[in-house]
């Protein structure tokens, strides 16, 4: 037990490296939510003050934060499945490179969203678990295409240091958000 | 000089002075000690001429028709908007949409005009129920959360799906529900939320269609839906709901039930899917410039389909009935029927929320059965429903405030003025508080309609006016020829300036 539990936490990212792999994923899910914001809030002005227009993007970005850590804790999820030299030794790349495929894939599907109504009952389940078999049997792929070409894995290393400018600034947006959502809940 | 006692003064004087038979049968009136229930049960989408208890062809309504011998029928009412949003919070603050200003989908009632509402109103003598399935009445609803006892949340009684507000911020739906369902999971567009988003679809998807495999002999055109939510429910089990809450209630109790059917998308049950395959079409009108274009066919196929949906929904109003009547509810309670506006299958349009007010989308039913009503009572009078807050004032023994631009309703207090105005305001492409640019407004006075259209391309500025006494169909515009028409056009642009004055 004790084994199991050391070798759980030896797959466990650095506090650096979970910053790193955040990050990308806060880009994604901030920048959709902005973009989506953006484009409604015109409609929004329309019949809502601006104060009322404050609050609904205080939410969204609370919502945004909490979508993040969702998502991170999947890619956490998945480092502690994967043997340590697959994923743990090159948590940023793996991490990153899996935000960013999902956040592709996610964006793809944000295009055609409609078309999720149209699905027979088998393929409600059978596409998200494609998905998941895709990810994981993209997890010793990645590690071997980073392993083999490094500068792709230097470029990989580069973006998501990038990444984490996007990470200061929209962090405690989603920080004041979940605060604002407290406290209208609250009282 | 501004005179003392202007026309709407009179009528309202008038109202409260005579007190016609329906009132005096009241029991809970301001003659009595004890006030009655006031029950509203509103159909969404419910249009007054597909109903048999109005005269339409196909027999859609025969409970309705029960109700109605032992009630007061108004057979001239209409709603004050022509899509949900405006036309309830007219219901509720007895105002034009033009005051209260929840013009759009998702609009509020203006902050000025809020405390001026029914649940206000009421608040001290009823204990004050209120159950909608429409998500727009639910946001209305929670502007007055404050008076309700008891606010039954949207997805109540319902199979599969749910909804965020109501579960997860209760004590700040409107923002919840503006932020989290109608952004972050908006349905059938891309959402708010990148990845969450569709597992949520995906999820409700998969339930939906379990649902639906399940049910399939039962609906087998789908299962009735929350428009606008992913809410799907069984309208027997609803209706099973409503009368648990109903027969609940303590007296005196002001409840309002709104339920979702025959609102699109039209699912009637099995039994229903063969009715009305008769072939029958109303008369053919000529596309209008502002309508979708749909072909003849399709409305026919459209309307048949609304139609069975009605008669699903009305079998399931007779139940309500005897459930009712065994509960002695009829005895004690003032039951009102009604909708919140029609629904149009002509001219090429189909649906409610459009550019269009005609009387297909505007044309409500209005039952009305006081408490230990026997007889029937028919009113032919032109009545709107800004008119249902000072009747329900009157029933409860209170003065119609000075704020409200209806009037009681005749059989209700108030009295049959032959050549009264109403007004209709279809507004939701213009913004809330800036004047009415890109509106249709219509008014209706005695026999006439004068619609007017601002500000659509291609059709700006644009008048049609109709003799519905002579053209019921609404099928010749005489804007150009009839001699009244131009005394309506001058009360209706004197009107809009009016009502246009604050915001400039």
């Not at chain 1, 499945?81 to 960013?100: M, T």
């Not at chain 2, 997860?168 to 939320?193: C, M, T, W």
């Not at chain 2, 709107?384 to 119609?400: H, K, M």
């Amino acid at each position: 037990m004790v084994k199991l539990s050391n070798s759980l936490k030896a797959r466990l990212p650095s506090g650096q490296e979970a910053l790193a792999v955040f990050s990308v994923i806060v880009f994604f899910a901030f920048s959709w939510t902005l973009y989506r914001v953006f484009w409604w809030v015109p409609s929004w002005l329309e019949y809502l003050s601006i104060w009322s227009v404050l609050v609904i993007i205080a939410y969204v970005l609370a919502f945004a934060l909490f979508e993040s850590l969702a998502v991170f804790s999947l890619v956490v999820i998945l480092g502690l499945l994967f043997p340590q030299k697959y994923f743990k030794d090159q948590f940023i790349v793996q991490g990153s490179a899996l935000s960013v495929l999902l956040g592709v894939v996610a964006f793809l599907v944000q295009r055609k969203v409609s078309l999720i109504y149209r699905l027979e009952l088998w393929q409600t389940l059978a596409y998200p678990a494609m998905i998941l078999i895709g990810a994981i049997a993209l997890v010793p792929i990645i590690s071997f295409v980073f392993k083999r070409f490094n500068r792709l894995s230097h470029l990989a290393l580069a973006v998501a240091e990038r990444m984490t400018i996007f990470a200061y600034l929209y962090i405690p947006m989603g920080l004041i958000g979940v605060l604002v959502v407290i406290a209208r809940n609250l009282w | 000089m501004k005179p003392t006692l202007n026309r709407r003064d009179f009528l309202k004087l008038a109202a409260t002075a005579s007190l016609t038979p329906l009132l005096r049968a009241l029991p809970g009136s301001a003659q009595q000690q004890e006030l009655p229930n006031i029950i509203i049960i509103l159909f969404d989408a419910l249009c007054a001429l597909n109903l048999s208890a109005y005269g339409y062809a196909r027999q859609t309504s025969p409970n309705m028709e029960r109700f109605a011998s032992r009630a007061t029928v108004y057979h001239n009412h209409h709603s004050a908007g022509n899509f949900t949003t405006p036309s309830t919070a007219s219901l509720f603050t007895g105002t034009y949409p033009w005051t209260h200003r929840a013009l759009n989908l998702s609009s509020l009632i203006s902050p000025a005009v809020r405390p001026h509402n029914l649940f206000h109103l009421l608040d001290k003598a009823f204990n004050q129920v209120a159950y909608t399935q429409n998500v727009y009445t639910d946001t209305l609803l929670y502007l007055y959360e404050q008076y309700l006892d008891r606010h039954l949340p949207l997805d109540s009684f319902t199979l599969s799906g749910n909804v965020f507000y109501d579960n997860l911020f209760p004590n700040d739906a409107i923002y919840g529900l503006k932020s989290v369902d109608q952004f972050l999971f908006k349905r059938e567009e891309a959402h708010g939320s990148l990845f969450l988003s569709i597992l949520n679809d995906l999820s409700t998807q998969f339930t939906t269609q379990l649902y639906s495999q399940r049910l399939k002999q039962e609906y087998p055109n789908g299962l009735p839906r929350i428009a606008n939510t992913d809410v799907y429910f069984r309208l027997d089990q609803v209706m099973d709901g409503v009368m648990d809450l109903l027969s609940g209630l303590t007296q005196p109790s002001f409840a309002y039930v709104h339920l979702m059917p025959p609102h699109a998308p039209y699912t009637p049950a099995q039994p229903y899917l063969g009715l009305f395959d008769d072939g029958w079409a109303p008369p053919p009108k000529k596309k209008h410039r502002l309508a979708a274009g749909i072909s003849e066919e399709r409305l026919a196929e459209l309307r048949r389909t609304y139609d069975q949906f009605v008669a699903n929904l009305d079998n399931e109003f007779g139940r309500l009935l005897d459930d009712m009547e065994s509960n002695g509810l009829f005895e004690n309670s003032c039951v009102i029927l009604t909708s919140d506006h029609g629904e149009i299958f002509e001219r090429g349009a189909h649906g409610h929320s459009m550019p269009l007010v005609f009387e297909p989308n505007i044309r409500i039913p209005l039952i009305i059965s006081a408490p230990g009503q026997r007889q029937r009572q028919d009113i032919t009078a032109l009545t709107s429903n800004v008119d249902l807050l000072p009747s329900l004032l009157q029933i409860a023994g209170l003065p119609t405030p000075d704020w409200s631009e209806g009037m009681a309703l005749p059989g209700l207090g108030g009295v049959q003025i032959p050549d009264r105005s109403i007004y209709v305001v279809e507004a939701k492409a213009n913004p809330s508080y800036r004047p009415l640019r890109k509106a249709t407004v219509a008014l209706i006075r005695g026999k006439y309609k004068l619609i007017h259209y601002l500000g659509y391309r291609y059709y700006r500025d644009n008048y049609e006016f109709f003799d519905l006494e002579n053209d019921p169909e609404e099928l010749n515009n005489v804007y150009s020829s009839h001699p009244a028409a131009k005394d309506l056009q001058a009360e209706l642009d004197h009107k809009l300036a009016e009502v246009n004055q604050p915001f400039i």
